[in-house]
C-alpha cells in the first residue's frame, strides 16, 4: 500500500467514524477502553484480528509479534514488548477472554523449519524463535511440518500464557479463559484447540 492510498484511507476512515458517528469515539475517549477479549495474532499483513472477527474499534485488544508468540514468564533485564502487553491487558484492562490467534501460511514458523533459530544472518527474528523451544517435528516434511508446527506454536504460547502467576490465579477462579485458534489462509477456515489439545474446525 503506498503511503498516499493510506492518508486517503484515513479521511474515509474519519468521515465514517467521526462525520457519519461523532459520538462513536467521543464515548471511547471519555470512558476509556473496556474490551472483554484479548488477541494474540501474528505480525503478518495478512491477518487482521479485527477484519477476521468483525471487531469495531475498542473491542479488541490487540498484540501482535511474529508467528503470534508468547514467551515463557519471565523478569530478567530484558524488553519485554509482548509481555507488557499481556500483563496491561489482563492486570489493568481485566479481559476475560485471551486467544492466541495463528495462521497458516506464518514466515516466522517458517523460518523456524527451516533455518532453525540460530541464523546468524536473522538475529532479531532466530532469537524471537527460541521462545517456542524445540518443536516436535521430525519425520515430517515440507507443508505437513509447516502445518504442524503452526499448530504447535499455539499450542506451546497457550500453555506459557499459564506460566504467569496473574494469568494462572484468574483462569483457576474461572475469570479468566484461553484459547487457541487457527486461521488457514488458504482456506478461509477456523480451527479451535480443544480442551484435549485436538483441533476441530469451527
Not at 508468540?69 to 507488557?84: C, E, I, K, M, R
Not at 495463528?102 to 540460530?118: A, F, P, V, Y
Not at 508446527?149 to 490465579?169: C, Q, R, V, Y
Amino acid at each position: 500500500m503506498p503511503i498516499q492510498r493510506f492518508i486517503d484511507g484515513f479521511k474515509i476512515f474519519r468521515e465514517e467514524y467521526y462525520g457519519t458517528r461523532p459520538d462513536f469515539f467521543r464515548k471511547l475517549v471519555t470512558q476509556g477502553q473496556n474490551p472483554s477479549l484479548m488477541v494474540i495474532a501474528c505480525s503478518d499483513s495478512r491477518i487482521d484480528p479485527a477484519i477476521i472477527g468483525k471487531a469495531e474499534p475498542g473491542e479488541l485488544f490487540v498484540v501482535r509479534n511474529v508467528a503470534n508468540l508468547v514467551p515463557a514468564y519471565n523478569q530478567g533485564n530484558f524488553y519485554h514488548g509482548t509481555s507488557a502487553a499481556i500483563e496491561f491487558g489482563v492486570r489493568d484492562l481485566k479481559v476475560h477472554d485471551i486467544v492466541v490467534l495463528g495462521h497458516s501460511q506464518c514466515g516466522g514458523i517458517k523460518h523456524l523449519c527451516e533455518c532453525g533459530d540460530n541464523n546468524e544472518d536473522r538475529p532479531f527474528i532466530s532469537n524471537w524463535m527460541k521462545t517456542i523451544g524445540n518443536l516436535n517435528i521430525n519425520g515430517l516434511e515440507g507443508e505437513a511440518r509447516l502445518r504442524h508446527a503452526e499448530k504447535e506454536g499455539i499450542k506451546i504460547s497457550k500453555e506459557n500464557l499459564m506460566t504467569f502467576p496473574w494469568i494462572k490465579d484468574r483462569v483457576y477462579a474461572g475469570d479468566l479463559t484461553l484459547h487457541g485458534l487457527l486461521f488457514d489462509l488458504e482456506k478461509g477456515e477456523l480451527s479451535r484447540l480443544t480442551s484435549e489439545n485436538e483441533w476441530e474446525q469451527l
